[in-house]
């Protein structure tokens, strides 16, 4: 079985899963994703085992395999759990870095802005998390990187929210998030981890409220005059 077969398919389930083409907690028809990827059941079999391993997916005995949800409870983990990995990532990518690496963490800046600034929620979310995991590999801690990499799969999963401004206050955020990840690659070429700790978690802030509007969106509007009206109704 050709490698890149498997490889193309991997990339491909993995980026419908994080651009919410495939819903999370969705089952995957193990049948049909062999016919639409041309590939029999044993390498697919070995694709399910390796996003799970990511974290892309859960496996369960006697059970097709489904992709991660984003029940309250992982949610709630979620917010509690991402400002203490984004700023210790950013700290050990500072303290750590090669030289050799900035070039990528711009040119994936590069890419993210220009989404960023045309519109395009579902590559700026794509780019906004290839520059953080290219932060994760800078980092070059083994421990943290498995964690922030599962992190970063809800993080894109709910960051198109934020990436489809619907005022001009959530417009200039988008932009001060793409100035954030300039001052970023600065202090951390500069090997300034604290002022790259604190750029973090002023980034993570920024998104952290239109992230939770994701989870409790605003209320649908109720006509109370008119439900008033209608109890006096014959």
């Not at 943290?144 to 005022?167: A, E, G, V, W």
């Not at 990840?181 to 981890?193: C, F, G, L, N």
């Not at 973090?200 to 209320?219: A, C, G, K, M, Y």
């Amino acid at each position: 079985m050709p490698t890149d077969r498997k490889t193309d398919c991997i990339e491909s389930i993995r980026m419908r899963i994080l651009r919410q083409n495939i819903a999370p907690g969705s089952d995957l028809d193990e049948a049909t994703l062999c016919a639409e990827y041309s590939l029999s059941r044993t390498p697919m079999r070995e694709i399910f085992q390796k996003l799970a391993g990511e974290g892309y997916l859960k496996l369960e005995q006697n059970r097709g395999p489904k992709v991660a949800s984003m029940d309250m409870s992982v949610i709630r983990m979620f917010f509690q759990t991402a400002p203490l990995i984004y700023a210790n990532v950013a700290r050990l990518a500072a303290e750590n870095r090669r030289s050799d690496q900035i070039p990528a963490l711009r040119e994936i800046q590069a890419k993210f802005r220009q989404a960023a600034e045309t519109g395009d929620a579902e590559q700026a979310a794509l780019m906004n998390h290839r520059f953080h995991h290219q932060i994760g590999v800078m980092a070059h801690n083994p421990y943290l990187l498995p964690s922030l990499n599962r992190m970063l799969i809800d993080h894109t999963r709910l960051s198109q929210t934020f990436y489809r401004p619907s005022s001009a206050e959530d417009k200039a955020r988008v932009r001060t998030a793409a100035d954030h990840h300039d001052q970023m690659i600065t202090a951390i070429e500069a090997r300034d981890s604290d002022t790259v700790v604190a750029l973090t978690i002023d980034h993570w802030n920024l998104s952290r409220d239109r992230l939770e509007q994701f989870v409790s969106p605003d209320p649908l509007p109720i006509d109370i005059l008119t439900i008033k009206d209608r109890k006096h109704a014959v």
